[in-house]
């Protein structure tokens, strides 16, 4: 109960402090899965429900319940169906294994399942904002005309003047792909605090699971392509499903090169150029 109170209170002040702009804005917005994640892996589901429940009310009442709501569907929710996977087990004799071992929930399956969470969560975060395409992109506009003016003001106006119509066309660009890029940089960020927590938990001891090898075991499931070409699909035709087309296939993409780059720690191994091709390929 401490333990699961105190994991989502920590998550909620990363949160809380991140939206307040510091100069530690972006680190604070980075690690705040951090702490539900190690509860996440290392305790009883009861402290994951309580980790949740922390964080929402932590939220709500530093700021207000719809921001609790948010943060509890982009961090908690794909932490904590990610971790319950990964960590699910099941005695090897009943899929035909040794009776001495443990057969673990196999990765690609708890990807999949993590990254369908995340993007459900994701278009629910939409709907609960309610954010008018009109104002984000007024907003957008308002932004680029700034940086524009910004840089040609240093330049000593050497830098053309925008149409403001070029202007407007690329505000419209920016805010049609923006679900698109959220969407894949937070699951970039959940990767990162996944290992992290994956890591933390097994160093203590928390952690019954064997260390998987990525590079061999990393995939996502056949259903995962159909998922990400209905997204492209709905997103080309821009209508109003395009944001949640813009979501599936930002989600998935990436699940996609997070694939790929295991892949390619795979399939360069033993070569001598390996790390200049990783360093090129990231």
Known sequence: IIVG?????????????????????LPLLVFSPLPVLIVAFGWLPL?????????????AIATEPLVGMIAALIIAVPALISAYFYTLSRPAEEVGGPADQVAWFPISA???RGLSAFAVALIIVGVLSRTQTESLQAAMVTFLSDVLTASRAAQGQNLPAMDPAAITAL????????????????????????T?????????????RPAPNYPETLGL????AGVFAVGILLFSLNGP????????????G???????????????RGLSGRGLILFAAY
């Open 241 to 252: 499903l395009a944001p949640i087309g813009a979501v599936m296939a930002g989600t998935f």
């Open 221 to 224: 499931l056949p259903l995962s």
């Open 254 to 268: 990436m699940g996609f090169v997070m694939v790929g780059l295991a892949t390619l720690h795979y399939v360069t």
């Open 110 to 112: 708890t990807f999949f």
């Open 196 to 208: 992290i927590a994956e890591r933390i938990n097994r160093q203590s001891g928390r952690l019954e």
């Open 47 to 59: 402290a994951s429900v309580l980790s949740t429940l922390a964080l929402v009310i932590t939220l």
């Open 171 to 194: 505000a419209e660009r920016m805010v049609r792909f923006l679900p698109a890029a959220l969407a894949a940089t937070w699951v970039g960020i959940l990767a990162l605090n996944f």
């Open 5 to 25: 109170t105190l994991g989502g209170v920590a998550s909620a002040l990363l949160f809380y402090g991140a939206a307040k702009g510091s100069a530690f804005a």
